[in-house]
């Protein structure tokens, strides 16, 4: 999907592509929190943003530039 390294103009297909994987996320006074969407129709379950680093190959730089993104555009 990337070649390794992940610009600001991608963030919003990221964004779609998590989305089709089932992940969602909100923002709360803490921070964002990300949820992964139950096939069994039980409900979202919490997910760490490590686990989704680890998981999308995203570094710990580019992943707080995405989640800053995220912040300031509110899609």
Do not use: C, Q
């Given at each position: 999907m990337f070649d390794g390294t992940i610009h600001k103009s991608d963030y919003?297909?990221?964004?779609h592509r998590m989305r089709e994987d089932g992940l969602s996320?909100?923002?709360?006074?803490?921070?964002?929190e990300w949820y992964i969407s139950s096939i069994?129709?039980?409900?979202?379950?919490?997910?760490?943003p490590s686990a989704i680093r680890?998981?999308?190959g995203i570094n710990q730089s580019t992943w707080r530039k995405f989640v800053d993104w995220l912040v300031e555009v509110r899609e």
């Open positions: 919003p297909l990221l964004l996320y909100t923002l709360t006074f803490g921070g964002v069994s129709e039980h409900g979202n379950y919490k997910v760490l680890k998981a999308w």
